[in-house]
C-alpha cells in the first residue's frame, strides 16, 4: 500500500530533550515536506527536500534541522526542544502530475514540550 | 504577500443539504489550487487539484470551481453525509517546479447534524 509513514504519532518529552521524528515514503517520490499545524494558523511549511541531499528553509524552519540522506526517509530533528515547539507535525511526499505536484500527508505527530 | 484566506471559518448544515466552501487567494505566480479534507487527527487527503487552465473539477459529490481572474475557487459539497464532517484547506501553488512553494489557508470546519 502506497503510503507515508511517521513515528511516533504521540511524544511528550521536555524542554532541551534532543528528538526525531521519522517520516518515510514507500512511493519513490523526490519531493518530501514537513508541516505543523497550529489551532488558527493551518499548516505552516517547516522544510522541505527536492532530492536526497537537497533540502530548503520552508516558513518557519527555526529551531528544527532536516536530512535527506536516502530518497525514502525525511527526518525532522529538534536539537532543543521548547514549549512553543508543542504542535502536530506531518509529513508529506510529493510526485509530478498533470501540470501539478500530487501531494500525500503521513498520519501526523503530535508533540507536546512541557 | 502571498495569502490564502477561507471562508466561512465554520459551518453546521443538516444531513442531505448542500453547501458551497469559498477560497480567495493572493497568491502569485499561480499554478495550481487543490482542496484538502482533513479529518479530525489525521492527515489532510486531496480532493481535487485545478491548474490555471480548468475552472471546474469534480470529485463524486464534491465540486471545485477556480476563477484565476478574480482569485476565487469555491468548494460545493452535495447531499451531505455524516462523513462530511471536517475541516477544508484551500492550498495555492506558486511554482510547478517547486512542490514545496504552497501556501496553505486555515481551513472551514464544516459540521454535520444529523
Known amino acids: 500500500e502506497a503510503q507515508v509513514t511517521q513515528n511516533p504519532r504521540y511524544l511528550i518529552t521536555v524542554t532541551g530533550k534532543k528528538l526525531t521524528v521519522t517520516c518515510s515514503q514507500n512511493m519513490n517520490h523526490e519531493y518530501m515536506s514537513w508541516y505543523r499545524q497550529d489551532p488558527g494558523l493551518g499548516l505552516r511549511q517547516i522544510y522541505y527536500?527536492?532530492?536526497?541531499?537537497?533540502?530548503d528553509k520552508g516558513d518557519v524552519p527555526e529551531g528544527y534541522k532536516v536530512s535527506r540522506k536516502e530518497k525514502r526517509n525525511f527526518p525532522l530533528i529538534l536539537e532543543s526542544p521548547s514549549p512553543n515547539q508543542t504542535s502536530l507535525y506531518f509529513c508529506?511526499?510529493?510526485?509530478?502530475?498533470?501540470?501539478?505536484?500530487?501531494?500525500?500527508f503521513g498520519p501526523g505527530t503530535r508533540l507536546t514540550v512541557t | 504577500k502571498n495569502q490564502v484566506e477561507q471562508s466561512p471559518q465554520s459551518l453546521i448544515i443538516l444531513e442531505g443539504k448542500n453547501c458551497t466552501l469559498q477560497c480567495n487567494y493572493t497568491v502569485s505566480p499561480f499554478s495550481n489550487l487543490r482542496w484538502y479534507k482533513q479529518d479530525t487527527g489525521r492527515g489532510p487527503v486531496s480532493l481535487t487539484i485545478m491548474t490555471f487552465s480548468e475552472n471546474t473539477k469534480s470529485n463524486g459529490r464534491y465540486t471545485a470551481t477556480l476563477d484565476a481572474d478574480t482569485k476565487q475557487s469555491s468548494l460545493h459539497i452535495t447531499a451531505s453525509q455524516l462523513s462530511d464532517s471536517a475541516s477544508y484547506i484551500c492550498v495555492v501553488s506558486r511554482y510547478y517546479t517547486n512542490a514545496g512553494k504552497s501556501t496553505f489557508g486555515d481551513g472551514t470546519t464544516l459540521t454535520v447534524k444529523p
Open positions: 527536500s527536492m532530492n536526497v541531499e537537497v533540502t
Open positions: 508529506a511526499s510529493s510526485a509530478p502530475g498533470q501540470g501539478y505536484y500530487e501531494q500525500y
